[in-house]
């Protein structure tokens, strides 16, 4: 029996690869945009740009931080065999950018009040990862 296998018989979760370098860099400080620049595939880096720009009232350079974060990562999950459902989960860390990023576009489509895509994002996340959706809720 595998370590992930899923006794309810869903799909097992989606552990996307260790990518640590962009996490370094922005733990050291270094800007977001300058960490999207260099590895413009990491969701984490989107995420906090998003982040920063919604926290700095920026909402819809947010929300397309937050998309570019967010398509980056279902770019990923598909990579590491995820069919477009089944567990994300936030205890592992390389998972966080893209759950981040999902949050981040729920929060911006609502500001926007884009009410479709904030309740499929929240809803996706809430699917993905019941702790991620506390978490970042």
């Known amino acids: 029996m595998s370590l992930h296998e899923n006794l309810l018989g869903g799909p097992a979760p989606t552990l996307l690869p260790d990518d640590p370098e962009p996490r370094d860099l922005l733990a050291q400080g270094t800007a977001p945009a300058d960490v999207a620049a260099k590895y ?14 919604f926290d700095g009232g920026r909402t819809v350079e947010s929300y397309a931080y937050a998309r570019t974060g967010y398509h980056r990562g279902l770019d990923s999950l598909r990579r590491a065999g ?56």
């Open 40 to 53: 413009p595939t990491s969701s984490l880096a989107w995420a906090q740009l998003a982040d920063d720009a």
């Open 82 to 137: 995820w069919k477009g459902h089944g567990p994300v989960p936030w205890e592992h860390e390389p998972n966080r950018g893209f759950l981040r990023a999902l949050h981040a576009l729920a929060r911006a489509a609502q500001a926007i009040g884009e009410d479709a895509e904030y309740e499929r994002c929240t809803t996706f996340l809430r699917d993905s990862s019941e702790l991620a959706a506390e978490t970042l809720g």
